[in-house]
């Protein structure tokens, strides 16, 4: 027992520093690219399909989660001493923890959709909608409504337990369950069960999703979106296998360590990228936004270097060069939405 707190100990000590400086990036990474996802879904896309509100919610859901970050990298810098309290260490640990699983099934309830747009008649494509108090409201609605709900109504009890006041400084590592900790044991193992049950989901669907678009350009290569649909095949598998890196460790270890949860916290960072592969409406909008915001600026910038090396080197007037400006934007902008499109 003494030699294996011992390695423990030295394990965590070990890897205090770059944990701190991975969790400081992920959270400085995904900070940027979930607000700007969040700003795209929110203001820029037009779209309001079902699938623009699972990701818009699970947007939400990786910022919580960012959120918990600096908490851990105070936690490791500070020699892996919890100075802010058990009542906060269960909140920030727990809010990490409820966050990641919204994350997990709100992927799956994005597979789901997909597949039942595919497969289904024209009512599913156009949107299940659920009848409740009289109303009829979008099922991504009511399902991110029970899971938001779900969530916070498990979280309350796992705040309110009392913990173990032995190592009351240390906060984030994993603890031996005690008897009286079965309830803890439980909600756990249905949490594991949740995430089998959604990689499942997930298989299954990109795989039917990827074969039915696979078959379809094979079978009709003549079709005009014969390509497209090949690389969103490719992109469905690409989507199973980040899940998998990500989340996979961290199940497939019985006594879960940092490291194994630093993959989870990494799938916030990656989770942006995986938004605009699933969206094509979306990731056209994030460009064309991102594109009137950079090319202008460096338009300006050349034009502005432009007059003044022709004021200064040919001494050509300056009504001349005057009259250049404003002639050639539209054709810079036009080509550079062209190359835009045709590369994405």
């Known amino acids: 027992m003494t030699t ?6 030295f ?8 944990l701190a400086v991975l969790y400081s990036l992920f959270f400085l990474f995904g900070l940027v690219g979930n607000l700007f996802a969040l700003w795209v879904f929110l203001f820029l896309h037009s779209g309001r399909n079902s699938v623009r509100v699972f990701l818009i919610n699970c947007a939400v859901a990786d910022l919580v989660l960012l959120t918990c970050l600096p908490f851990r990298v105070f936690y490791h810098l500070n020699g892996n001493k919890w100075v802010l309290g058990p009542v906060a260490c269960k909140l920030v640990g ?7 699983y919204i994350s997990i099934t ?25 009848t409740l108090w009289g109303y ?21 009890p796992m705040i309110a337990t009392a913990e173990d006041k032995n190592d009351a400084n240390q906060c984030f590592q994993y603890r031996q369950r005690k008897q009286e900790a079965k309830g803890k044991a439980y909600f756990n ?8 049950l959604v990689f499942v989901m997930l298989v299954v669907s990109y795989a039917k999703i990827a074969s039915q678009l696979l078959r379809v350009s094979r ?27 990500c989340f996979g460790p961290y199940h497939l270890v019985d006594r879960t360590n940092e490291v194994m949860l630093l993959l989870s916290a990494f799938n916030s960072c990656l989770d942006p990228v995986m938004y605009f592969l699933l969206s094509g409406s979306v990731r056209k909008t994030a460009m064309q936004a991102l594109g009137k915001r950079i090319i202008p600026s460096n338009y300006h910038r050349m034009q502005m270097t432009l007059r003044i090396q022709l004021r200064h080197d040919s001494g050509i007037p300056c009504a001349l060069i005057a009259s250049l400006k404003g002639t050639a934007p539209k054709g810079v902008y036009r080509g550079f939405f062209f190359s835009l499109k045709t590369q994405y």
Do not use: H
Request: charged share 20%.
């Open 4 to 9: 294996s707190s011992t390695v423990c100990s």
């Open 11 to 18: 394990n965590d000590l070990a890897l205090r520093l770059p």
């Open 94 to 100: 727990n809010l990490f923890y409820m966050n990641m």
């Open 106 to 130: 709100l992927l799956g309830l994005i597979s789901l959709d997909r597949f039942l747009r595919l497969k289904g008649k024209s009512r599913a494509r156009r949107g299940l909608r659920v």
């Open 136 to 156: 009829s409201w979008p099922w991504s609605w009511v399902a991110c409504g029970a899971l938001w709900g779900f969530s916070l109504m498990a979280l309350v």
């Open 189 to 196: 193992a249905v949490l594991v069960m949740l995430f089998w």
């Open 219 to 245: 079978d009709k290569p003549d079709l005009p979106n014969a390509q497209r649909y090949e690389r969103t095949a490719k992109k469905s598998f690409f989507v199973l296998f980040l899940f998998t890196v």
